[in-house]
């Protein structure tokens, strides 16, 4: 059985969702977890948690929407980190690859939404890209305060940062990209990384999976996900399986009720 930790229902395209469902529940998934990443989505993955049983989903401003972040946006999350379908706030973060927002407005709006979660004791989705220095900095204000930790999701950055991460308490996702061959240093962090600290992803649409690159990704692809990771620690898939799922209702408390 697996736990699709992050994706993004609302943008995929190919498949109408029912079909989308049938075959995620056909792939052994039983939860999937929909992300909350601009002002224009977060009614939508509510919407969708609240119309679908086995979906969850979590609230937040992407740093490449930071620029865009209001009031209104910070209020709706705190007034919805009460609900039971509502997992986590996220997600959130830096991304200095495309600086589609200014990086100081970047870092208010991620400090902003920490404190939004430990406020409302949930735990974090974080997004960091090429921002490792201010990413480790900024956690080290708020990682005392955040009791339910949270991830960082996608992991692309350094071997530092990910000891960093792994020795504050928080889990570290994977997607399809430990799959592609010009990823050896992801999947060095991988091997790294103890496996009561994994969670599977597959940010569908985005970086789909070999065998299937090419189409648009979906959470019915997170099998590949998990046999990399199994292969690159030379660990039995099963057992594995297994325990990641249970990382994921650690980390993801509320995913339990």
Do not use: W
Not at 48 to 53: D, G
């Amino acid at each position: 059985m697996y736990i699709e930790t992050h994706c993004h229902l609302d943008y995929l395209k190919e498949l109408p969702l029912e079909d989308i469902l049938l075959k995620i529940k056909e792939a052994g998934i039983s939860k999937v977890v929909t992300i909350g990443v601009d002002p224009d989505n977060l009614d939508k993955v509510r919407d969708l948690a609240q119309k679908y049983t086995e979906i969850y989903f979590s609230q937040g401003i992407h740093p490449h929407d930071a620029k865009e972040a209001t009031e209104t946006e910070f209020n709706k999350i705190i007034s919805r980190s009460k609900e039971s379908k509502m997992i986590a706030v996220g997600e959130i973060g830096l991304d200095y690859h495309y600086n589609n927002s200014p990086p100081e407005i970047q870092r208010a709006v991620f400090e902003k939404q920490l404190q939004i979660a430990c406020d409302n004791d949930l735990p974090v989705i974080i997004h960091t890209r090429e921002a490792d220095a201010d990413t480790e900095a900024i956690l080290k204000n708020f990682s005392s305060r955040l009791k339910r930790k949270g991830v960082v999701h996608s992991f692309t950055s350094s071997k530092e940062l990910a000891e960093f991460i792994l020795s504050e308490g928080f889990f570290i996702g994977f997607n399809g990209i430990i799959t592609f061959k010009k990823a050896q240093n992801v999947q060095e962090i991988v091997k790294i990384t103890p496996s009561e600290r994994i969670l599977f992803e597959t940010d569908s649409p985005f970086l789909t999976p070999m065998p299937h690159r090419g189409k648009e990704n979906a959470p019915y692809y997170l099998p590949f996900v998990a046999a990399k990771v199994a292969e690159l620690k030379g660990t039995d898939l099963e057992e594995l399986k297994i325990q990641v799922f249970e990382n994921s209702l650690r980390c993801f408390t509320k995913l339990t009720g």
